[in-house]
């Protein structure tokens, strides 16, 4: 089992940075790729970014490619997502999930989820 708890949202202006962090429970955080989701009210839940459980690999969607940035430091089981040149469509609310030993968009693909942490973009 794996325990994900994340923090650092709020409320920013457009042009703003945020940093989302993710603490998991366990010894084996290394085993995991790790993903960033996010739900717009009245919208299903897409993928933002994730890294692979070596830290070699990243993948972003789209709408965040150059803005966002997915680090992770296995030393103390989190992973981040820097968030820069925030956007009012970025408001959501960003959950972290767990995949083990996949690589993978796909939110179903994933075994463990945070609770999720709002993050709302004044224009």
């Keep these: 089992q794996v325990q994900l708890v994340e923090s650092g949202g709020g409320l920013v202006q457009a042009g703003g940075s945020l940093r989302l962090s993710c603490a998991a429970s366990g010894r084996t955080f290394s085993r995991y790729s790790m993903g960033w989701f996010r739900q717009a009210p009245g919208k299903e839940r897409e993928f933002v970014a994730a890294i692979r459980w070596s830290g070699g690999s990243t993948l972003y969607a789209d709408s965040v490619k150059g803005r966002f940035t997915i680090p992770r430091d296995n030393a103390k089981n989190t992973v981040y997502l820097q968030m820069n040149s925030l ?15 996949k690589w993978t968009m796909l939110p179903a693909e994933y075994d463990y989820w945070g609770q999720g942490t709002q993050v709302t973009v004044s224009s």
């Design 87 to 101: 956007k009012p469509e970025d408001t959501a609310v960003y959950y972290c999930a767990a995949a083990t030993l």
